[in-house]
């Protein structure tokens, strides 16, 4: 390339391009030839596209924090070969229509379930597995067996078994004494409380607290009775008298509800004071030269 060409070439770039493209070109017009376009613009990185995988990651050895809990196990009734059946009695006889709840316990776990009586009070629960059984009975609204029956049958056994229950209906009264004992002569206080008994359907004994109730205590002479009696019960169904036990040992007492129903109580026999015995002191000698040591001793007896 000639000199006035190759000058005259580079004043046209300087009056077109930017102040960055004139020094690039004069550059490349100093070696002695005209630039080219790729001499000047980087060519454009190449286009990757982007690596994917569908491996999962490997988690085998992440440790786990321990969460607090207990383990459970399934447990079944059956299909097995073992057989349990019986009756169940109240206090005027057989009982029909009764629940009959059964669980089979395996640890802290069971499986349970549920016959009702005949109308002689008979009932049966057929195969089962074998094992360790929880076996009550109830009829809503008043009879219930509270303290369930624990056996154990064989994995072919026919076990029989009769339940009784007891009646929970209507009103009772429950007396609380203290001292308890009572001391002979000495003062005491004694109190009730009044409540509805029911058997509700589940076979859970409730008493609901009966207040605004009179009740009126009898003790034919056994006891003295001081307050107001007869007296009436508070919104928990409680009453509370002061009270001297006057004959040692076990003493009737009865409360009288809202003057129609006599209910009879049992609280803790009256016991003697107890009497305190000294016995004269005695000296034990020690070794030669030695202090000696004197023992008393007392003696408490009802």
Partial sequence: MRAADRWSWLARVRWRGPGGAVAAVALVAAAGCAPTFHDTIAAPPPTRASASTTTLPDLSGVALAAVPGQTTIAVA?????????????GPTGPVPAATVHVDRVVGDS?????????????????????????????RAP????TSPQIIYMGATETRNLSLQLTQYQ???????VAPDPPILDEPANLGVVVANETVDAKG???AQPLPAVQVQLSGAGQWQLGGTNPATTGADGSATWPVVCLVPGANSLTAVVNATQ????????????????TVPPSTVAGPPGGPTTTIKTTTTAH
């Fill in 77 to 89: 009734m059956g299909p097995g070969g073992a057989t349990l059946t019986g009756n169940v009695v």
């Fill in 142 to 145: 008043d009879l219930a067996l």
């Fill in 262 to 277: 006599s209910i009879a109580l049992t609280v803790s026999a009256c016991s003697f004071p107890p009497t305190t015995t």
């Fill in 110 to 138: 069971s499986a349970s379930t549920e016959v009702q009586t005949a109308a002689d009070g008979t009932w049966t629960v057929a195969h089962v597995l074998g094992g360790r059984f929880r076996v009550r009975a109830w």
């Fill in 170 to 176: 209507g009103v009772v009264v429950t007396p609380a």
């Fill in 204 to 206: 859970v004994v409730r």
